[in-house]
């Protein structure tokens, strides 16, 4: 009898796990407790993504453990998708916290609107923060280059990207051989290299997680977590007992609402600080970082390309410090950058999103709750946008006078509409300052003993250059 019972229930969650909701988007099978993840490859979505769009279309319907999902990989279903306000929300997932990226209604409005103010406070995104950035480039310089003939570019830049970041944040920078700072930033790099589109493994599998608390990656995971909170618990305890007057950083002006909203309803806590910097934290090292690297692969791989740069930043700004006023006449270094961000985007698609009430696309039939992936590779590569999106050709941003034109429409990197990222304006700054300090003083090659690197990325919720070497010279 209670054999049979237990036939009865697998067969039921059987066929509930394979039931499709009316009208909803064809896609791959699934099965009970992990959904269709056994028939995609989490490694490498964005390709996945692609084949399913040839076999299904480019809205595809599946299931991530009990949640249902779509894929959007269409170019212009996912101009519509990051755009629609029905499809803004974020999934509701049981272990990631609550701060701007990963919340949405009421909750995401009061704390992206007090983040992104009072950051600006104290320079995020303006001008005022170019001499916190250029100080970092001349020491990233002093680090790295000036002593060294060959570097290992994977991970190079972190340090120095997070220290522009924290200096508004925790009001403090960390030197490049702080080992304790580098264990924390490899954790994090190891985060996003084991991350999927779809989030942690926690976070796709909750139950599994905590019925085998064992298993190498959750343990994995809750080390890095651990290590990340410990971190930031010991930045605000610093913060809280040397707080006074006038707010330092953005910290302090948090724990300053905090000690004005003792509200039981407030969205304001201690934890959703720790997930606010987290996030910050996490995605600036990723990005920023990455992004440098991604274009420092390109200037070794295409050296015409690096000596064009290079002549058009001595013509413009001679020996002088660039500055962000320069960008408007640097119209290679503008194009370039932006034609590696369209081969290599830092993230293959956007963080997950989720349908706030049941909507059409298409015409199918997307219902509350469902989760969203939208593939920013799908537009980045559409051949009917580009034409040929396989090569690398930064003269397609230049017009027939050499002026740099951005595309409006197709360049979605740092996504777009509501959900654009908070980050956008710091993470271009600096990324233009510390790559147009390089090319204005040192000359990359690729070692005469090493093979052509690819441009192929590591894989995991972000993308990375896979690790190689340059040899640096210093230009006269």
């Not at 249902?68 to 629609?84: H, P, Q, S, Y």
Request: proline share 6%; net charge neutral; aromatic share 12%.
């Amino acid at each position: 009898m209670i054999a049979l019972i237990l036939i009865c229930v697998v067969l039921l969650l059987f066929q509930w796990s394979i039931k499709r909701p009316r009208n909803f988007p064809p896609g791959p099978p699934s099965i009970p407790i992990l959904g269709s993840v056994p028939f995609l490859e989490l490694n490498n979505f964005h390709l996945s993504a692609e084949k399913l769009r040839d076999k299904y279309g480019p809205v595809i319907g599946l299931r991530f453990g009990n949640r249902n999902a779509i894929i959007v990989c269409g170019a212009r279903e996912v101009e519509e998708t990051l755009r629609r306000d029905e499809f803004q929300g974020r999934p509701q997932f049981t272990v990631t916290g609550k701060g701007v990226m990963f919340s949405d209604g009421e909750f995401w409005i009061h704390q992206r609107r007090f983040t992104l103010r009072h950051l600006r406070d104290f320079g995020f995104g303006k001008n005022s923060m170019e001499d916190v950035v250029l100080g970092e480039v001349d020491d990233f310089f002093h680090s790295y280059f000036e002593n060294c003939n060959t570097v290992q570019v994977s991970g190079l830049f972190n340090t120095s990207v997070i220290n522009v970041l924290w200096a508004m944040m925790g009001g403090k920078r960390y030197p490049h051989d702080d080992q304790e700072f580098r264990l924390l930033l490899d954790c994090l790099q190891k985060r996003f290299r084991n991350g999927t589109v779809a989030g942690s493994f926690k976070n796709r599998h909750p139950f599994l997680s905590k019925l085998l608390p064992f298993l190498k990656q959750v343990k994995e995971e809750n080390v890095i977590d651990e290590l990340i909170r410990n971190f930031l618990m010991k930045a605000f305890k610093e913060h809280k007992l040397t707080k006074e007057g006038e707010p330092r950083d953005f910290i302090d002006v948090y724990l300053n609402e905090l000690d004005s909203s003792k509200s039981l309803h407030s969205s304001f806590s201690e934890q959703t600080l720790l997930n606010v910097c987290t996030e910050f934290f996490s995605a600036g090292a990723e990005s920023v970082g990455n992004s440098l690297g991604f274009n420092l692969l390109y200037c070794v791989l295409y050296p015409e390309w690096q000596e064009q740069l290079y002549d058009e930043i001595t013509s413009v700004i001679g020996k002088n410090k660039p500055s962000l006023s320069d960008k408007k006449s640097l119209h290679k270094v503008e194009a370039f950058m932006t034609e590696v961000s369209r081969c290599n985007t830092i993230a293959s698609f956007t963080v997950p999103h989720r349908c706030l009430t049941e909507t059409t696309l298409n015409g199918y039939t997307i219902p509350k709750d469902c989760m969203v992936l939208i593939s920013l590779y799908a537009t980045l590569q559409d051949k009917k946008h580009w034409g040929d999106p396989e090569n690398f050709r930064p003269s397609r941003f230049l017009d027939t006078q050499g002026t740099f034109v951005k595309h409006k429409e197709g360049l979605p990197v740092f996504g777009a509409g509501k959900r654009v990222c908070p980050g956008e304006s710091l993470a271009r700054n600096t990324l233009f300052l510390f790559f147009t300090s390089m090319i204005q003083h040192y000359k990359f090659v690729i070692p005469d003993d090493h093979p052509r690197p690819s441009t192929i990325p590591l894989s995991g919720f972000t993308q990375a250059p896979q690790p190689f070497e340059v040899t640096v010279t210093r230009r006269s």
